[in-house]
């Protein structure tokens, strides 16, 4: 069985650490509206035009 997602990050971000997953933009904007924070240093959710 997967881990729930914690944070959702924009590839590349200097704090996703080893566990992370790489998910399509489809599946980051469905994460992202089904309340996973985002981070709050890449702020995935400015990069995908998601307002808060």
Do not use: F, N, Q
């Not at 959702?8 to 971000?13: A, D, K, L, R, Y």
């Not at 997953?21 to 992202?32: C, F, K, P, V, Y």
């Not at 309340?35 to 240093?41: D, F, L, N, S």
């Amino acid at each position: 069985m997967g881990r729930l997602p914690v944070r959702v990050h924009v590839g590349g971000c200097w704090d996703s650490r080893k566990r992370c997953t790489a998910i399509s933009t489809d599946e980051a904007r469905r994460a992202l509206a089904e309340h996973v924070p985002a981070c709050p240093y890449c702020r995935p959710d400015t990069a995908l035009g998601m307002p808060e």
